[in-house]
């Protein structure tokens, strides 16, 4: 049965032993932040934290607990979004692109509670009072300071909202977007919206600045933990993020119309911020921020949000992240993206085997490729094919190895391709759009990539010479050594038992 609701997502995550409940008092100036950095870089990425007793800047205990790290391990995120394995979320993914209409009766009757498993996903508006909005403030009413938004980094511009959904609208198509962007509250009813020029929402931002007309703009804090996922998954625009949720969930997002403005939120999300974005005031000065490239992002001019209404539960619980020096929560978020579209990465680039963005690489920056090679030049294809894919046109550096080599374990993949290349001969450079938070780039958001070609190479490929073979233990000694390891009496440094 899905998880409905944050509060729902913490309770598993109590049951599976993996929340502490902190009661001492905490500031929501940089002390949780701290805590929760020395937390998330433990090994596996340490507990969800729940701070129950938040002090706010007035020094005043906030009404609301605060919640952070709760998709930071690989088992939070499986929890998260309902499967035993990531891998298995792909699974279904491969599944459904693998459908096919087959011959016979029987073969099509088999096929139909699949269909109708599609057919339950859209979101359905729920009617009646929805638990976001049993206590609502209006207008003169609305004070952001009286929530525990967190400042993370003390060179940071203000407090930030860190794991929020911000919902807009494509003005001309009607489709829905939920994004997660940081945002900076600058007043009691004024915040700075960051989103990003690749951003779907910046692009609807730019197209309503274009016809002159008021931006409707939704932030919904907490909701069910495959929504809030949903939010940071690298959709096509044409894709309603709620839909993908449902998918994840195995059932329909509930959401409701917001009270001031024409967009629908989650339902049973804790805290909701309804406002608007008017294209003709001047943008405002956001941040700088401690960013999840381990800088901090430079102060830049965005567009300014006026609060028109909070609704919220009657008990809120605020959910927060923390981005910084790698690894962190984003990276556990990260690879639940890896995994679950990976098999939407084959559907146009068949021989890729895997891939994988390790987490001082912080995404977009090393990405290893394993491929099946079937040709001459087949790396240098696969490179090209990827930098034209989505926000994977923004990665820095592409790995190219070859199908056998286990691309999930770093210190492998940097094994075989340092070995593999000659540099001259491997590595090509190309031109094209980088990160915004690239602060080394040549331009904003433009500068230089790299390929690297580490599959073996062939005699088309101008390689003469005999390439080697790894070095491997026979089989017959590897099961001898097993079965007298105990008898050896030989404990290695990281307690394993040292049998294979």
């Known amino acids: 049965m899905a ?113 109708a498993e599609i057919g339950k996903f859209p979101p359905r508006v729920k009617s009646g009072r929805p638990p976001c909005q049993e206590v ?27 794991l929020p959904m911000v919902i807009t609208t494509d003005p001309i198509r009607k489709i829905r977007n939920v994004g997660m962007y940081r945002v900076q509250v600058i007043g009691r009813n004024t915040l700075a919206m960051h989103w990003q020029r690749h951003k779907v929402g910046a692009a609807h931002w730019r197209e309503m600045a274009a016809r002159g007309e008021r931006m409707p703009v939704v932030i919904a804090l907490g909701g069910d933990p495959a929504s809030i996922y949903s939010g ?140 099946d090679k079937q040709y001459p030049g087949q790396a240098y294809k696969v490179m090209n094919a990827l ?13 190219v190895v070859d199908k056998e080599v286990n691309v999930q374990d770093s210190d492998e993949a940097w094994w075989i391709a340092l070995n593999n290349i000659d540099p001259e001969r491997d590595v090509r450079f190309t031109m094209g759009p980088i990160d915004v938070l690239d602060h080394s780039s040549r331009a904003f958001t433009y500068g230089s990539k790299m390929g690297i070609d580490a599959t073996r190479k062939w005699k088309e490929e101008g390689f003469e010479r005999e390439w080697p073979e790894l070095i491997t233990m026979d089989a017959q000694t590897k099961r001898d050594v097993d079965e007298m390891w105990e008898k050896l009496g030989i404990q290695l440094a990281d307690g394993r038992s040292g049998a294979r």
Not at 49 to 74: C, D, W, Y
Not at 139 to 154: H, K, M, S
Not at 271 to 297: N, R
């Open 232 to 371: 940071s998954a690298p959709l096509p625009p044409t894709i309603d993020e709620f839909l993908f949720a449902g998918f994840l969930r195995r059932e329909p997002v509930e959401l409701a119309r917001a009270l001031t403005c024409d967009l629908d939120v989650p339902a049973e999300a804790e805290t909701v911020l309804e406002g608007f974005i008017d294209p003709a005031e001047e943008l405002v000065l956001e941040g700088p921020f401690g960013d999840h490239t381990g800088f901090y992002s430079l102060a830049d001019y965005y567009p300014k949000v006026h609060i028109t209404a909070v609704t919220s539960r009657h008990d809120p619980i605020y959910p927060a992240t923390l981005v910084g020096r790698p690894p962190m929560e984003d990276f556990y978020m990260g690879h639940a993206t890896e995994r679950i579209f990976l098999p939407l990465l084959k559907l146009t680039i068949p021989e890729i085997v895997d891939y994988h963005m390790p987490a001082p690489g912080i995404f977009h920056n090393l990405v290893f490729v394993s491929i």
């Open 136 to 162: 609502v403030q209006r207008d003169e009413a609305v004070n952001l300071d009286a929530l525990p938004f967190l400042t993370t980094w003390p060179g940071d511009g203000g407090r930030y909202i860190t």
């Open 3 to 115: 998880l409905n609701n944050l509060r729902d997502f913490i309770k598993a995550i109590d049951r599976s032993g993996e929340l502490v409940r902190v009661t001492h008092p905490v500031r929501a100036r940089l002390e949780i932040a701290e805590v929760a950095d020395r937390v998330m870089k433990s090994p596996g990425g340490g507990p969800a934290l729940l701070f129950e007793h938040v002090l706010l800047e007035s020094g005043q205990r906030s009404a609301q607990p605060v919640a952070i790290n709760l998709f930071g391990s690989m088992r939070r995120m499986c929890l998260a979004l309902g499967a035993d394995k990531l891998d298995d979320v792909g699974g279904r993914i491969s599944e459904m692109l693998n459908l096919k209409v087959p011959e016979g009766l029987f073969g099509k009757l088999a096929l139909l509670p699949k269909l």
């Open 387 to 399: 930098w034209g894919q989505g926000l994977m046109s923004l990665a820095k550096v592409l790995v």
